[in-house]
């Protein structure tokens, strides 16, 4: 007879480290948070989890490169390329597009987010690589844990096959104007942080967390961006790792063209004042700097559906010309 796993954190420590837990002490959550967070975060990944990645033609995903930077990434297959082997261990059978700056290797941290608009399910799972090879990568989860819908837009898939022949990568320290027309316009971004110092034990590692928002939820000026933080699941994973550690690499989808457009960045965040009060449904602001931009024409290998945007979104606002 096969041993049921332990339900919730089966660990002493704090399934969050010290960058988490100092946002939920300056909230006064953090005795709420732990009780929370020892029940719904897992050292494994439940059956539904490993049912829904199984069907899923694409994950995020958020690693580290040599230089500490974290980037943010998509990996792409028919469903079925998500396998769990076991509740331990997902296999992805990919390797990232051509021109994505993903560092897999064996050893490296990585962060995980499955995620299906048409439904607006979401899941998480970190842990570390074990294998990487052409085939793909195995990684050996550390924490998985469900995440809510809200801000999440509704959008439909299409497989699409791009041309032949890549289109070779645009790489600039900066952004130009059609980037930052693409940003203005979005609705949807993907945020990869990192905090792998070795004192954050299991709850350390890479994390890719998704950001949604009416287009113009992003304010564009120059090669600084800052957006809203609304109200969440009180987690701060990515809030949590920019305390302690500020780069991180965002990911903006063009839904209708394909491309695929990598920022690397520097964060800080606001957490009050005038700018944070006149924004409708922040709680507080996160601003970007950015210093390295990687641009992929046509590279993602579906096109979507219009949106269908977040009930949450009707108490949000956007930044004003």
């Known amino acids: ?37 020892r029940r719904s975060i897992r050292t494994y990944m ?38 769990t082997p076991d509740d331990r261990t997902l296999t992805i059978a990919a390797r990232p597009l051509p021109g994505d700056p993903a560092t897999l290797v064996p050893g490296a941290a990585i962060g995980l987010l499955g995620i299906e608009p048409p439904t607006r399910r979401r899941n998480r799972a970190n842990g570390t690589v074990t294998r990487a090879d052409a085939d793909g990568i195995t990684v050996a989860i550390r924490q998985s844990f469900g995440n809510c819908p809200k801000y999440i837009q509704a959008r439909t898939p299409e497989p699409f096959e791009p041309a032949p022949g890549m289109v070779p990568p645009r790489e600039s320290a900066g952004l130009d104007d059609a980037d930052r027309a693409r940003i203005a316009a979005a609705d949807t971004f993907f945020i990869a942080t990192a905090h792998a110092a070795a004192e954050a034990g299991a709850a350390g590692g890479a994390d890719v967390s998704h950001r949604g928002g009416k287009p113009g939820f992003v304010r564009v000026e120059g ?18 790792n920019l305390a302690l550690e500020p780069r991180a690499g965002l990911l903006i989808p063009d839904y209708a063209t394909g491309d695929l457009l990598y920022l690397a960045a520097r964060a800080e965040i606001i957490w009050d004042g005038p700018e944070v009060d006149a924004w409708e449904g922040a709680q507080r602001l996160v601003r970007l700097d950015v210093t390295r931009a990687i641009r992929l024409a046509g590279a993602l290998p579906f096109r979507w559906s219009a949106p269908e945007y977040s009930p949450a979104l009707e108490r949000t606002g956007i930044w004003q010309k």
Do not use: C, Y
């Open 1 to 37: 007879m096969s041993v049921m796993p332990p339900t919730g954190w089966d660990r002493e420590e704090s399934p969050f480290h010290a960058g988490e837990l100092a946002i939920q002490r300056r909230l006064g959550i953090d005795e709420k948070m732990d009780r929370a967070g």
């Open 46 to 83: 439940p059956d539904q989890h490993r049912e829904f990645f199984a069907q899923l033609p694409f994950i995020l995903a958020g690693t580290v490169d040599p230089d500490g930077q974290p980037w943010a990434s998509i990996l792409t297959g028919r469903p079925g390329f998500l396998a």
């Open 223 to 240: 090669d600084r961006l800052t957006f809203p933080d609304f109200v969440g699941n009180f987690l701060f994973n990515t809030l949590g």
